[in-house]
């Protein structure tokens, strides 16, 4: 095996090392949740594994770069608005970790071995590092500005695949259930008879990695938090794909319904959702 770390610079090195940190914690933990919470809905699941974990991430970073702000998942309230104004908050900072500390907190719980870690540095409004790790395979997945990125030392590149009848398409129903009707619903029933296969794993940062790794063709999900795709978005865009909002502009921190694919088959994912109406929320 590779090493994790492909660069000697700080920020990357600290944010893989608490991702790997964070992420054994977590495998260690399944199967063991004591806690089982609940936050916007009944579907929304929280446990103190989420919590603990986002503590590690926390200490770790802090004590690197104690005058660097962290948005975490688990430092905000659940809801939209709560998650709009945190961010507009976070955001003037000049130096703002984006972490989800477990990615599919619904897998998690259940045992399927879907899930993981996500940790994003944006430097002035651009994202700069993003570290998915998945525990359960131990992939570490990192990218850097201008750098490119890679699992392991191997440069992440996406898929080739030209149209959605040759595509493998990776989606995702949110636990905040108003966004997968009729919307969501009518997207999905448009896009089906079109493509090769759809998946829904249950972690939005996964499937952002695999879009990178060009394991599946593309990905779109409505009703997303930064945390879920800020690292992702990075690991996509230096792989060579393309990431937009669903209505095809360009994606900023903060935008939550992404549509992230290998370039080629985008505006075919982009049409799709919009004969759906399934664009704005
Ligand atoms: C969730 C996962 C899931 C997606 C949800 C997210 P969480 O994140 O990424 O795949 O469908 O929209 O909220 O809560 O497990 O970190
Ligand atoms: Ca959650
Ligand atoms: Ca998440
Ligand atoms: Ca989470």
Sequence with gaps: REPYVVSSKGYTAVAINAAAKAGEYIKSRQGTVKELGTKSSAQDLVTEVDKGAEQMIRRLVLTHYPEHAILGE???????????????????????????????????????????????????????????????????????????????????AVSSEASLGDSLIALGFPPDRQFSQPANLAAFQNILPKVRGIRAGGSAALHLAYVAAGRVSGYYEVGLSPWDCAAGVLLVKESGGQVTDTLGDPYHIGTRHIVASNGHIHDDILSSLKEAGATGF
Excluded at 84 to 91: G, V
Excluded at 96 to 116: C, E, K, Q, R, S
Excluded at 131 to 144: K, N, S
């Design 74 to 156: 688990e430092g905000v309230e659940p809801g939209a608005d709560a998650v709009t104004a945190a961010l507009e908050e976070a955001k003037e900072h000049e130096y703002l970790w984006i972490v989800d500390p477990v990615d599919g907190t619904t897998n998690f719980v259940h045992g399927f071995p879907f899930y993981a870690v996500s940790i994003a540095l944006a430097v002035r409004g651009e994202l700069t590092v993003g570290v998915i790790y998945d525990p359960v395979r131990d992939e570490m997945f990192v990218a850097e500005k201008g750098k490119g990125a890679y699992v392991h030392g191997v440069k992440t």
